[in-house]
């Protein structure tokens, strides 16, 4: 459904290291306790990528393309 209007997930694979360009697709989150997690004070950390949390969605593709949702990830040093 979401694709028909030209909406498209999208991730960030485990391993990788965040950069600077990335800030805008990736949201960093923390793991408080018993499963459940929430945004890092910091919203945007360069690191490596431990596990994807949630995919991201954007609209259009390219340098146009609108961020609906941010990829949330956890990254070493957040919790690793």
């Known amino acids: 459904m979401l694709a028909v209007g030209g909406v498209e997930s999208f991730q960030v694979e485990p391993g990788t290291f965040l950069s600077l360009k990335q800030r ?3 949201q960093v989150v923390s793991r408080k306790g ?3 997690s ?3 004070e910091y919203p ?3 690191g490596e990528v431990v596990k994807v949390v949630r995919p991201g969605y ?3 593709s390219g340098e146009h393309a609108i961020i ?6 956890l990254i ?4 690793a």
Not at 68 to 73: C, F, S
Request: net charge positive.
């Open 38 to 40: 929430q945004y890092s």
């Open 76 to 79: 070493r040093g957040v919790d």
């Open 68 to 73: 609906l949702r941010k990829v949330e990830v």
């Open 58 to 60: 954007r609209a259009g």
């Open 44 to 46: 945007f950390q360069p």
């Open 34 to 36: 018993w499963g459940t």
């Open 24 to 26: 805008k697709e990736v």
